[in-house]
T-cell receptor, first 113, second 114 residues
Framework: EDQVTQSPEALRLQEGESSSLNCSYT??????LFWYRQDPGKGPEFLFT???AGEEKEKERLKATLTKKESFLHITAPKPEDSATYLC??????????????FGGGTRVLVKP | GAVVSQHPSWVICKSGTSVKIECRSL??????MFWYRQFPKQSLMLMAT?????????EQGVEKDKFLINHASLTLSTLTVTSAHPEDSSFYIC??????????FGPGTRLTVT
């Protein structure tokens, strides 16, 4: 069974204090790893897709990296508007289940000014 | 691009009634649509996957007679919660994929059953 674990569950940062979020996974038939941002009461917003170990993607203050067992989302010099829950999900495929996204529990990030 | 809408954004209904939630892909054709539910401070739980013109595939533990899913076109899927009860109160979110594997999510529908 596919499993995705995110850590820490919650993260409080001062504005400008860089940090990293972890997403570790076990999955058969990995087709990709996705990062999403979710604000309270809203649907997840797509951030990145990573397909193979060693791949990196960047967007503003966010940078996602991927290894064979985990992914990191680095937040550089965060601002209060970066406060959100960050979700990691792995896309797998099997004949039985078809295409499927399995989500981690998320990391709630709070950036204080 | 890749915008998904949901309607309504929130709904309150009485116990025993049915509620329909619509999910639309606005600027792309969605080959597959997904329905999730999310409880407060928890992650998304997949309920079912639907392909246009086919029966939905439900996750283990999800009652298909209670949560009716219809994917009538490449831009519209509906979730009907039948005979709703207070324990069905939750945040329901749909997502859609086009030609790639990225899922694009709608803004969610908050259902409260009184």
């Amino acid at each position: 069974e596919d499993q995705v674990t995110q850590s820490p569950e919650a993260l409080r940062l001062q504005e400008g204090e860089s940090s990293s979020l972890n997403c570790s996974y076990t999955v058969s038939g990995l087709r990709g790893l996705f990062w999403y941002r979710q604000d309270p009461g809203k649907g997840p917003e797509f951030l990145f897709t990573l397909y193979s170990a060693g791949e990196e993607k960047e967007k503003e203050r966010l940078k996602a990296t991927l290894t064979k067992k985990e992914s990191f989302l680095h937040i550089t010099a965060p601002k209060p508007e970066d406060s959100a829950t960050y979700l990691c999900a792995v896309h797998s495929y099997s004949k039985a289940a078809g295409n499927k996204l399995t989500f981690g529990g998320g990391t709630r990030v709070l950036v204080k000014p | 691009g890749a915008v998904v809408s949901q309607h309504p954004s929130w709904v309150i209904c009485k116990s025993g009634t049915s509620v329909k939630i619509e999910c639309r892909s606005l600027d792309f054709q969605a080959t597959t649509m997904f329905w999730y539910r999310q409880f407060p401070k928890q992650s998304l739980m997949l309920m079912a996957t639907s392909n246009e013109g086919s029966k939905a595939t439900y996750e283990q533990g999800v009652e298909k007679d209670k949560f009716l899913i219809n994917h009538a076109s490449l831009t519209l899927s509906t979730l009907t919660v039948t005979s709703a009860h207070p324990e069905d109160s939750s945040f329901y979110i749909c997502s859609a994929t086009g030609s790639g594997y990225e899922q694009y999510f709608g803004p969610g529908t908050r259902l409260t059953v009184t």
